[in-house]
T-cell receptor, first 115, second 111 residues
Framework: GPKVLQIPSHQIIDMGQMVTLNCDPVSNHLYFYWYKQILGQQMEFLVNFYNGKVMEKSKLFKDQFSVERPDGSYFTLKIQPTALEDSAVYFC?????????????FGSGTRLTVL | QQQVRQSPQSLTVWEGETAILNCSYENSAFDYFPWYQQFPGEGPALLISILSVSNKKEDGRFTIFFNKREKKLSLHIADSQPGDSATYFCAASADNNRIFFGDGTQLVVKP
């Protein structure tokens, strides 16, 4: 089936540094998402993105977070500066359309460890 | 406030048994309920889903039973196989693509 690729699979950085998580969504998809998962538990919505703009973001999407997809390349999540509580697995997802019954395809996640 | 709740947190069944995973939700506006299956080290993958206009959805060994009045649903996995061992997330959404996930049920199927 359609694949969403995330690079890298694991990243370790020191608190206060900047980190960029990369996502290569399904090629013809138009809507992109980031979710945060802590300790293999609940997936929590961070943000969705369409046509170069953030459509909706949650309270977890702090001011230190930003997303972009320059020139149709990687969809990125940047955290600057990072904090200890940012340690989690971040999942990127994409969908072709927007709608309640639209299937989201998830990548395998990037495990971020902030020391 | 957690929008979607799941029980049990973990479940162990023997191969061949039916595993029953439960889910409940708060928001009456939710009308689409996907179940995602996640293996360790991987992202969640859509397993089966149901719209609120239906009370049952079947796909092979996987069946969703949905009770709109009680805001409850369950996933039944018939003839469970060791390969079904994974974490199962119940999720819900309304008329946009913001999906709310439950905490997941970790299923172990023993051979």
């Amino acid at each position: 089936g359609p694949k969403v690729l995330q690079i890298p699979s694991h990243q370790i950085i020191d608190m206060g540094q900047m980190v960029t998580l990369n996502c290569d969504p399904v090629s013809n998809h138009l809507y992109f998402y980031w979710y945060k998962q802590i300790l293999g538990q609940q997936m929590e919505f961070l943000v969705n993105f369409y046509n170069g703009k953030v459509m909706e973001k949650s309270k977890l999407f702090k001011d230190q977070f930003s997303v972009e997809r320059p020139d149709g390349s990687y969809f990125t999540l940047k955290i600057q500066p990072t904090a200890l509580e940012d340690s989690a697995v971040y999942f990127c997802a994409s969908s072709l359309r927007l709608g309640a019954a639209e299937t989201l395809y998830f990548g395998s996640g990037t495990r971020l460890t902030v020391l | 406030q957690q929008q979607v709740r799941q029980s049990p947190q973990s479940l162990t069944v023997w191969e061949g048994e039916t595993a029953i995973l439960n889910c409940s939700y708060e928001n009456s506006a939710f009308d689409y309920f996907p179940w995602y299956q996640q293996f360790p080290g991987e992202g969640p993958a859509l397993l089966i889903s149901i719209l609120s206009v239906s009370n049952k959805k079947e796909d092979g060994r996987f069946t969703i039973f949905f009770n709109k009045r009680e805001k409850k649903l369950s996933l039944h996995i018939a003839d469970s196989q060791p390969g079904d061992s994974a974490t199962y997330f119940c999720a819900a959404s309304a008329d946009n693509n913001r999906i709310f996930f439950g905490d997941g049920t970790q299923l172990v199927v023993k051979p």
